[in-house]
């Protein structure tokens, strides 16, 4: 087993992925806030 090093792993494709799952939940979010506030006002 290779001995593990802290801090040298290549962590870049990681990130990204965390920087799009965030930016998905945070629109998503918006949009359904947007939509029951709409909702709200129009009465359905």
Avoid at 11 to 30: A, D, R
């Amino acid at each position: 087993m290779a001995d593990h090093k802290h801090g040298e792993m290549d962590i870049k494709v990681q990130e990204k992925t965390f920087e799009g799952f965030m930016s998905m939940v945070t629109k998503g979010t918006v949009i359904i806030i947007v939509a029951l506030i709409f909702l709200a006002l129009v009465g359905a």
